[in-house]
T-cell receptor
């Protein structure tokens, strides 16, 4: 089983739609969780951290379910500029040089007119 | 802040040649990571350093790959000899180990083509 699993997509949605991505992780000891965004031929950039209580940043909402070991990202009122690949990222360890991150292979989103 | 700086941005070389990729982390960051990204395998961690010391090099594919971090502001990833299967985008990232949030910031990457 992969450490971090995502549906690769692509998710093709019309502008204004709401879209949700899920991600599962295998290491129950994982401590930190993030969503990164990667545009075509660009570097990954942090979109948002994911907290146990859930967190929202404008049109974006991230949720963490520790019991089921999954993370979700909800995008409301999607824009053309949201088209990108969304990477689910997990920090598997807390101590002992454990700032290594494990990246999922990404979910591709295409927002269309 | 200039962010993580990588050079060169593009490298085209012939099989068997030595390739050296360079990275300057964000000033004040004490962790540095080298990744490789391909369509088939996604983003793979090759090696990372904390305070200039290599911590985990289990992702380095084989002895042809080596990485150094002689000081806090510079790191290199060397491939010798290079092979066509090494063609990929190589990213360097840095983070603040003591920052608590463990957020990594990526450079723009080096797109390597080995012919």
């Amino acid at each position: 089983r992969k450490e971090v699993e995502q549906d690769p997509g692509p998710f093709n949605v019309p502008e204004g739609a709401t879209v949700a991505f899920n991600c599962t992780y295998s290491n129950s000891a994982s401590q930190s969780f993030f969503w990164y965004r990667q545009d075509c031929r660009k570097e990954p950039k942090l979109l948002m951290s994911v907290y146990s209580s859930g967190n929202e940043d404008g049109r974006f909402t991230a949720q963490l379910n520790r019991a089921s070991q999954y993370i979700s990202l909800l995008i409301r009122d999607s824009k053309l500029s949201d088209s990108a690949t969304y990477l689910c990222v997990v920090n598997p360890l807390l101590t002992g040089g454990g700032n290594k991150l494990t990246f999922g292979t990404g979910t591709q989103l295409k927002v269309e007119l | 802040d200039a962010g993580v700086i990588q050079s060169p941005r593009h490298e085209v070389t012939e099989m068997g040649q030595e390739v050296t990729l360079r990275c300057k982390p964000i000033s004040g960051h004490n962790s540095l990571f080298w990744y490789r990204q391909t369509m088939m395998r996604g983003l793979e961690l090759l090696i990372y350093f904390n305070n200039n010391v290599p911590i985990d090099d289990s992702g380095m594919p084989e002895d042809r790959f080596s990485a150094k971090m002689p000081n806090a502001s510079f790191s290199t990833l060397k491939i010798q000899p290079s092979e066509p299967r090494d063609s990929a985008v190589y990213f360097c990232a840095s983070s603040d180990l003591g920052g608590g949030k463990n957020i990594q910031y990526f450079g723009a990457g080096t797109r390597l083509s080995v012919l």
